[in-house]
């Protein structure tokens, strides 16, 4: 079964940076494109952006690119978010997903000081 | 970037009942591979996004074959033939051939 778990989120401080983190099992991570997607409070979706099987290539929102970086590990078969000087519009529900057809349960990001 | 328009925002619907959900492209979808990457979501209260469907019209796994969809170019459509109470959610469309990909604004599914 696929599954995917994400962690790291929370309540942060305006221009304050957060990992998150995504472990995958159920599949050989190594084997699949990764991507991050954030929903917003107004149930807005967003892409944020996407990783090749090995890491070689991220592809990102336009917006986001300046801020936010796309990794992964895959001897932890974990996907990675670092987000930097994090905005209030960043506030979000962020979910990872394997080849946008699984996702995971998602984790809440709120930014506010 | 790409705007994807569903229509309608919110459908009501008794069970049993047949519905149809669009979702209408600013462009083309269709990649210069010959591909069409559209795919459909339905995402239950309190739960993350499910997919129902990828590539315009193949079901994912494990959907329940009374969801179908077609289209081509700019224009989708999502159809489910014979509600049933766990179908209620929001539908949301998503493309993928340009990027960045986008959603749409979504399609509450409420019993009438």
């Known amino acids: 079964e696929v599954q995917l778990v994400e962690s790291g989120g929370g309540l942060v401080q305006p221009g304050a940076s957060l990992k998150l983190s995504c472990v995958a099992s159920g599949f050989t991570f190594s084997d699949y494109w990764m991507s991050w997607v954030r929903q917003t409070p107004g149930k807005t979706m967003e892409w944020i952006g996407d990783i090749k099987y090995d890491g070689s290539y991220t592809n990102y929102a336009p917006s986001l690119k300046n801020r936010f970086t796309i990794s992964r590990d895959n001897a932890k078969s974990t996907l990675y978010l670092q987000m930097s000087n994090v905005r209030s519009e960043d506030t979000a529900t962020y979910y990872c997903t394997r080849d946008l057809g699984y996702w995971g349960q998602g984790v809440m990001v709120t930014v506010s000081s | 970037d790409v705007v994807l328009t569903q229509t309608p925002s919110t459908l009501s619907a008794t069970i049993g009942q047949s519905v149809s959900i669009s979702c209408r492209s600013s462009q083309s979808l269709l990649d210069s591979a010959g591909n069409t990457y559209l795919y459909w979501y339905l995402q239950r209260p309190g739960q993350s996004p499910q997919l129902l469907i990828y590539?315009?019209?193949n079901l994912g796994s494990g959907v329940p074959n009374r969801f179908s969809g077609s289209g081509s170019g700019t224009d989708f459509t999502l159809k489910i033939s014979g509600v049933e109470a766990e179908d209620l959610g929001v539908y949301y469309c998503?493309?993928?051939?340009?990027?960045?990909?986008?959603f749409g604004a979504g399609t509450k599914l409420e019993l009438k």
């Open positions: 998503m493309q993928a051939t340009h990027a960045p990909y986008t």
């Open positions: 590539l315009v019209s």
